[in-house]
């Protein structure tokens, strides 16, 4: 499934170099497709106040859809 650019969506996996955690949420920013057929997308992932704390790309199978049933928490990094 593609999702819209600039859309929030929710981390299924971790990342570690970027200290990002599952259930973090993040905006979509660009789809891309590797040589090998996978896709992937861009992300940004901003702290509670706004400010952009990461840029990476993932795999479209480390992100999915935000849901009416999951409630938003803070964390600190």
């Known amino acids: 499934m593609k999702l819209e650019l600039y859309t929030e969506a929710v981390l299924t996996s971790d990342v570690p170099a970027h200290r990002l955690k599952s259930g973090d949420i993040i905006k979509v920013v660009d789809h891309h497709v590797a040589r090998d057929g996978t896709e992937g997308y861009s ?9 952009t ?9 480390a992100i999915e859809p935000l849901r009416e049933d999951e409630v938003l928490c803070a964390r600190a990094l």
């Not at 704390?53 to 199978?61: E, F, H, S």
Request: zero cysteines.
């Open 53 to 61: 704390i990461a840029v990476t790309a993932v795999p479209a199978t």
């Open 43 to 51: 992300i940004e992932v901003f702290n509670a106040l706004g400010d």
